[in-house]
């Protein structure tokens, strides 16, 4: 994996704060309820670190996020009003809320603010610009801080106004706790990992994944993989998968994985036999089969019992693993057994001091289905910068920063 020289960012703690307006690029793009409520607040949760730093240090916080997809109009029902009602009850101090995110108001506004006050922005995306990396938006935003601050990692990977145009103008752009511990796990953990170093892959598609695996197989030492993917890698080398999830344009580069693994000595372990069932249905007649014994009608829907206990005795050796993509479809309880022993595995793993690092919005969420997103070293919130940044790209947001002298 291409290396890349994270920790040389400056961070929120190289930077004086006292009496400064810190303009931070947050993540708050929560779920919200029927009623317009955050239904969850792990996004907030997580940006209060760097937020409570600022506020601390005698700073001034002007936080900036978008929510939801408003392709530049306002919609009512993305406004950011309900994330300050939360926020506040979690800092359990007053939130301002602004009407717009940029223009004389807000600015007004911001000038007003005194040591230790918090401002919410309205949503970046109800303005075009902010997704055009539009100059003149950027500059409207940097009148509203005297450093800036990015702490959303699950937007690095795009060169929006509030990412990257906005660095343009300050001379302090540094990285937020959120994103320091980002850049440490996914960057530094895995650039020169504890060996053995694992990756296992799941989930429906392969070709979300296929930049990290091809980054990543000659890094690692072994390769599991489960999940609607590994049909793709079954049927590669012949196997009758019945009616399992497959993407058949992707059986090529599913060859030529294999391929370099196997010439850079690296194992990749498949199913060795699979629950299947003809429907996804939660009262689903299920069958445990050979991997390659799956009649035709029926579809493979977890790895069966022989795989996860493959599966889990590679893992019991690992000292690091990368883990994204659920093994099954862990949403219905005939299919989730595969993936609760990975999940299982990895927090008693962890538990002994192995370095496991998961990513994917799936599999974070079945870490929370079986309440195990606690035991585990780092779980990335960056879903597709995660990916970018592990395919071994540069992410935009990250380029911006100013490097630490
Ligand atoms: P991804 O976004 O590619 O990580 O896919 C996650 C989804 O893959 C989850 O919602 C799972 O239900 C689904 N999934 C996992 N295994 C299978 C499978 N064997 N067949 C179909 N879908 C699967």
Redesign the pocket.
């Known amino acids: 994996m291409r290396g890349i020289p994270v920790m040389a960012k400056l961070s929120v703690d190289d930077i004086e704060l006292e009496g400064k307006r810190a303009i931070v690029r947050v993540d708050f793009n929560v779920p919200l309820d029927e009623a317009g409520n955050v239904r969850d607040d792990t996004r907030i949760q997580a940006a209060l670190p760097t937020v409570k730093t600022i506020l601390d240090r005698g700073g001034k916080a002007v936080l900036m996020s978008h929510l939801g997809r408003p392709k530049g109009t306002v919609v009512e029902k993305m406004r950011l009003a309900p994330v300050a009602e939360r926020l506040g009850q979690l800092l359990k101090r007053r939130v301002i809320m602004a009407p717009d995110c940029v223009g004389e108001e807000v600015e007004g506004m911001v000038s007003e603010m005194r040591q230790g006050e918090v401002l919410l922005l309205e949503n970046l995306r109800f303005h075009p610009e902010e997704t055009t990396n539009d100059d003149t938006f950027s500059q409207q935003l940097a009148r509203l801080g005297d450093v800036y601050i990015n702490d959303a990692f699950g937007t690095c990977h795009r060169a929006h106004a509030s990412v990257v145009g906005v660095t343009r103008y300050f001379e302090e752009r540094a990285a937020g706790y959120l994103v320091l511990k980002e850049l440490a796990f996914l960057g530094e953990a895995l650039a020169d990992p504890k060996r053995p170093f694992v990756a296992v892959f799941?989930?429906?598609?392969?070709?979300?994944?296929i930049g990290v695996m091809h980054n990543l197989i000659k890094k690692v030492d072994g390769i599991l993989v489960?999940?609607?993917?590994?049909?793709t890698f079954l049927k590669a080398q012949g196997v009758e998968i019945g009616t399992?999830?497959v993407e058949e344009d992707k059986i090529e580069v599913a060859q030529t994985i294999m391929m370099v693994a196997e010439s850079s000595g690296v194992q990749v372990l498949l199913p060795l036999d699979?629950v299947i069932a003809q429907e996804?249905e939660e009262r689903a007649e299920t069958q445990v089969v050979k991997f390659n014994e799956i009649p035709s009608g029926w579809?493979?829907?977890?790895i069966g019992p022989s795989t996860a206990s493959l599966f889990k005795k590679a893992l019991l050796s690992a000292k690091t693993v990368l883990w994204?993509?659920?093994?099954?479809?862990?949403?219905?309880e005939p299919?989730a057994a595969g993936?609760e022993t990975v999940a299982r595995t990895l927090a008693k793993v962890t538990q002994e001091g192995c370095v496991t690092v998961v990513g994917?919005?799936?599999?974070v969420?079945?870490l929370r289905v079986f309440e195990l997103k606690d035991r585990m070293s780092h779980v990335s919130t960056g879903g597709g910068a995660a990916l970018e940044f592990l395919e071994g790209k540069e992410l935009p947001g990250i380029a911006a920063l100013t490097e630490r002298s």
């Open positions: 799941g989930g429906a598609k392969v070709s979300d994944k489960g999940g609607g993917m590994a049909f399992s999830i699979c996804v579809k493979g829907l977890d994204n993509g659920p093994m099954g479809v862990f949403e219905r299919f993936t994917g919005g799936d599999t969420a079945a």
